[in-house]
């Protein structure tokens, strides 16, 4: 059984690997199955004494039930269950890659924006952005394009805070 379902996921996941080539779309159900079965081994790794189920001590091992114990314990029983577990993780995973999506939607708008200004299209700026937070960094001329580029990334939908290291060229 065991085997049989280490098997699906490994087939799972070449699928992936040639999907964007020449497989056919996948069936959901395959995805889910592959999601399962990566939760359930998460699961099974982090429940050291075989209890079937997570205390706080055993589910900290995975740094994101440091913060959201007590949010993925729906039933309050100092336990996490499998079924808590999972969903807990799978929102969580949800989470980031919405995030990371976003983020990205949001590096590509200032790289673009920084393009379109007249004095800074020539420059090498950086940009990366992480939950919505903007860093700046690189070398220009004059002062006024520091801030110019602060500005073209403030300006940026979605855009939470902007922290500007770009420094003048010595
Ligand atoms: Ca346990
Ligand atoms: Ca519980």
Do not use: C, W
């Amino acid at each position: 059984m065991q085997n049989n379902t280490d098997f699906k996921s490994v087939l799972v996941v070449m699928t992936f690997a040639v999907s964007a080539v020449s497989m056919p779309v996948l069936a959901l159900d395959d995805v889910s199955d592959f999601n399962h079965s990566v939760y359930t081994k998460a699961f099974i790794a982090l429940d050291t004494d075989n209890s079937h189920s997570l205390s706080k001590a055993e589910a900290q091992k995975d740094k994101l039930f440091l913060k959201h114990f007590s949010e993925a314990d729906k039933n309050h029983d100092a336990s996490l269950d499998e079924q808590e577990y999972t969903d807990f993780k799978s929102k969580d995973d949800q989470k980031n890659v919405k995030r990371i999506a976003n983020d990205s939607v949001i590096t590509s708008k200032v790289k673009a924006n920084l393009l379109k200004e007249e004095g800074l299209k020539s420059l090498s700026v950086s940009v990366t952005t992480y939950k919505g937070e903007v860093q700046l960094s690189g070398f220009v001329d004059t002062e006024d394009q520091i801030k110019q580029a602060g500005k073209v990334a403030a300006d940026i939908e979605g855009v939470k805070s902007v922290k500007n290291s770009v420094l003048l060229k010595k």
